[in-house]
């Protein structure tokens, strides 16, 4: 363990699995106190095992939960919101319902938890929000990743706006822009598409090769960090040079 966040408190959203389940193990291995929550009760079970101090189950499309989860835990110095939903499809294979759920889940979700969340964080004097985006959407198209795409796309907006609403009061607001990502549900979406999905996500990666949760979670500890101080309102790419 290191002391980049010795003394600091954090909140992860989506921790069970994943890029959140990454980032609450760094934050948590680099000193902070982490609370960690996902809907997936099993799934986060073992982060208090791993150096997690808290965990709890937490359904961030939930705005009376979220509001009652923020009054429960206080003040915190970091909040990374993590929860998301990958669609496959063009416009044609997107319904009104895909579309309300994406939103709901990968844009409404930061909006709750950042409304709720921050008033403590200006009383305690700042802190860092981290919100988990994509390369997709916020610079470059990707195919079939219609809906996908427009919420990342607004996630890097809503980033900017906080960071800039808030730029004077401590309170930092970036967001992290990855490629593709080895986690289980990226595993799901390659199997999908057939033996050789794997293979294929491989193929668009200039390296060579996926990124890992971890290299993620190592861009979020900057983020978390007092390392970052000058840094706000910033899309922070990692892709393994996707979008060069």
Known sequence: MSDRLKG??????????????????????????????????????????????????????????VLA???????????LNAAGFVHHGTIL?????????????????????IRAFLPAM?????????????????????PNRYVYSATKAAVAALTRSVACDFVG???????????????????QRAAT??????DMFVARQPMGRLGTAEEIAALAVYLASDESAFTTGVAHVIDGGWTL
């Open 69 to 79: 989860m923020a009054r429960r835990v206080g003040q915190v110095d970091v909040l």
């Open 93 to 113: 294979d997107c319904s009104d319902e895909d579309w309300d759920f994406s939103f709901d889940l990968n844009v409404k979700s930061m909006h709750r938890m």
């Open 122 to 142: 200006l009383e305690g004097g700042g802190g860092s929000i981290v919100n988990i985006a994509s390369a997709a959407g916020v610079v470059k198209a990707a």
């Open 193 to 198: 598409a057939g033996p050789d999905g794997r």
């Open 169 to 187: 009061k401590r309170i930092r607001c970036n967001c992290i822009c990855p490629g593709t990502v080895e986690t289980p549900s990226m595993l």
């Open 8 to 65: 600091k408190r954090a909140f992860v959203t989506a921790a069970a699995a994943g890029i959140g389940r990454a980032c609450a193990l760094a934050l948590a291995r680099q000193g902070a106190r982490v609370f960690a929550t996902d809907i997936d009760e099993k799934g986060i079970a073992s982060l208090k095992d791993e150096g997690v101090a808290e965990i709890a189950k937490l359904d961030v499309r939930d705005s009376a939960a």
